[in-house]
């Protein structure tokens, strides 16, 4: 008997932004492992479900994979919840799905279900080509950060990131040295959110607009700077 492991994308802010089919398989499912058990109970009770909860995000021991991985070998359905969007992307969940191939020689099914995911959603709306582009998750705090900032201005294709209300203004007022004033950029912010913002379309007006209205530098962010 081989269990069943989903990876489930969840609204990055607005719940009305959840599947038919990611509540489904929510309802069904043996355990549920999420970054933020208090995150994930809002969810659940919005959808009028109750299970059991496995904490599980980038500081989990090993113990816990081990866990998780016991319950799917019992044949159970395990499934997989970030705090917002798609697991996986910028966040442990694909490190959970290689330990279970490896572990379980291949007997686990594992099955994506679609849906929220930021750098997706930011990216349809920024009017820069996406045919072909450098995901760089989060900015580093110290290390490698000016070393990236400068690949981004030297890069021939569109760059996305994800950056933080604490450091928005200093990413920005880098690039803004880094990068010729014309260059394309757009930023959004608090995305399906009360406060969604769409800033753009150069370094300049991004920073500009953030500068002026002290508002616009908190939420949660992502950045796109459009080809050298």
């Known amino acids: 008997m081989s269990g069943q492991l989903y990876i489930v994308a969840t609204p990055i802010g607005n719940l009305g ?7 489904e398989i929510l309802k069904k499912a043996d355990i549920i492992a999420c970054e933020d058990t208090r995150h994930t109970i809002r969810l659940l009770e919005h959808l ?7 904490s599980y995000h980038q500081h989990s021991h090993q113990t816990k994979v081990g866990q998780l991985i016991d319950h799917l070998k019992k044949g159970e359905t395990v499934a997989v919840v970030s705090d917002a969007g798609t697991p996986g992307v910028n966040d442990p969940g694909n490190l959970l799905v290689r330990q279970v191939i490896e572990q379980t020689d291949g007997s686990v099914q594992i099955s994506a279900i679609p849906g929220p995911c930021a ?5 349809s709306i920024s009017g820069l080509p996406t045919d072909r582009f450098t995901f760089l ?6 290390k ?3 070393t990236l900032l400068k690949q981004i201005a030297a890069n021939d294709e569109t760059n996305i990131f994800y950056e933080s209300t604490h450091r928005i203004m200093k990413t920005l007022e880098r690039l803004n040295e880094l990068l010729e004033p014309d260059r394309p950029m757009v930023i ?3 995305l399906t959110k009360k406060f969604e913002e769409r800033i753009g379309e150069t370094v300049g007006a991004c920073l500009e607009r953030l500068k002026s209205h002290p508002e616009s530098q908190k939420g949660e962010f992502v950045v796109i700077v459009g080809a050298k």
Not at 48 to 54: A, S, Y
Not at 119 to 123: C, E, P, R
């Open 144 to 146: 490698g950060r000016e």
């Open 17 to 23: 932004d959840i599947t038919a089919r990611a509540a």
């Open 119 to 123: 750098l997706v959603a930011a990216a």
């Open 48 to 54: 009028g479900i109750r299970k059991t909860l496995i």
């Open 188 to 190: 959004t912010r608090e």
């Open 137 to 142: 998750g989060f900015m580093p705090h110290k």
